[in-house]
């Protein structure tokens, strides 16, 4: 059975992605890895740096991107103005604070944000995180997926894409433990793997998945054939249009792993850390932090792009659409008649 893009939808993708429908995006919507930064530096928060981080980020890095995903707290207040209106906005709707009860994350929606804001202000997409993995416990399973159902019904409701990010974390019998945004070096290939297929169905609403690599990334290499057979499985299990997330892995690392997501049909990427964490290191030397984006990030951005244009499946060839994933949902004089009002 293959899906039908309604005409929001259909459009948040196209700006999202380049003309041949490949995704370069970059997050710069990360808070607690800039903020801990920051308050360190500080001896507290300073909203006015983190802000400013996330605005040199942006300016620095959109010339070589499709799209942005910022956050409603830094990102969009203080970095509208540089924000370039051609490259797609990816706005963030879960909060970066998560109650943990050592048996599952219970995750929300930032306070006083919705779906509906992000399309009244001109996102392009709704992007939400949501940790997961099947061996959690039946009540923050059940309230996971809860999350996710109606976000993809509010985004079905605006007639925007709904991008969701899925990461394994630790549980309490789980030697490592971490709380930040970053890859777990111990996961399982089965945690990741069953986590995309228990959102894959048609009542999530879930339009791009933005997914971990089912290895651990470090020190991955590349022509490993039992690794491919796990990304090609991962690709299946979306039976959608997805892209890679870097969960801070390192720059050679993530290219690696978008070798093995394009072979598996990936139609690109949604990364922040890999791209600018070393010249992020710099703060508070922001005249260092700026010549490391310029000297590494945006050099490093224009090899995966290459990568991306040779390898990355185009979103609207995608099996979901028929491969006919540009092709208008009525295309006649009464397709008004049949879209509907919010």
Not at 27 to 38: E, F, N, T, Y
Not at 149 to 160: F, L, P, Q, S, W
Not at 307 to 313: H, S, V, W
Request: proline share 5%.
């Amino acid at each position: 059975m293959t899906t039908q893009l309604t005409p929001g939808k259909q459009l948040g993708f196209r700006r999202m992605a380049d003309a041949a429908g490949r995704f370069k995006m970059t997050a710069v919507d990360q808070r607690p890895p800039i903020k801990s930064s920051v308050e360190a530096h500080h001896g507290g928060p300073n909203w006015d740096d983190v802000a400013r981080v996330k605005t040199e980020l942006l300016a620095a890095l959109q010339p070589s991107s499709t799209a942005m995903l910022m956050d409603p707290h830094y990102a969009i207040p203080h970095g509208w103005t540089v924000f370039d209106p051609r490259k797609g906005l990816i706005v963030t709707l879960e909060d970066s604070q998560f109650r943990d009860t050592g048996q599952g994350r219970f995750s929300a929606e930032i306070d006083d944000w919705s779906v509906g804001k992000i399309k009244r202000m001109g996102g392009d997409a709704v992007k939400v995180l949501a940790w997961y993995r099947p061996d959690i416990s039946q009540e923050v399973r059940e309230a996971q997926h809860d999350f996710v159902k109606r976000t993809g019904e509010a985004c079905a409701r605006y007639d925007i894409p709904f991008l969701f990010e899925l990461l394994v974390h630790p549980v309490d019998s789980d030697a490592e433990q971490t709380s930040e945004y970053t890859e777990m070096a111990t996961k399982h290939s089965d945690h990741v793997l069953a986590s995309v297929e228990a959102f894959a169905g048609a009542d999530y609403g879930v339009d791009v998945f933005k997914l971990e690599s089912p290895v651990p990334a470090k020190g991955i290499t590349g022509g490993d054939a039992s690794v491919q057979v796990l990304f090609d499985q991962m690709g299946r299990l979306a039976a959608r249009p997805w892209v890679m997330l870097s969960a801070g892995a390192g720059k050679p690392d993530f290219k690696t792993v978008l070798e093995y997501a394009y072979a598996a049909g990936a139609s690109g990427y949604l990364a922040g850390r890999a791209i600018w964490l070393d010249a992020f290191n710099s703060y508070a030397d922001w005249d260092a932090m700026k010549a490391g984006l310029a000297r590494d990030s945006v050099p490093y951005m224009a090899d995966l792009n290459r990568l991306t244009d040779a390898r990355a499946t185009p979103w609207h060839d995608h099996a979901s659409y028929g491969g006919e994933g540009l092709r208008f949902v009525d295309p006649t004089a009464g397709f008004r008649h049949g879209y509907g009002d919010i």
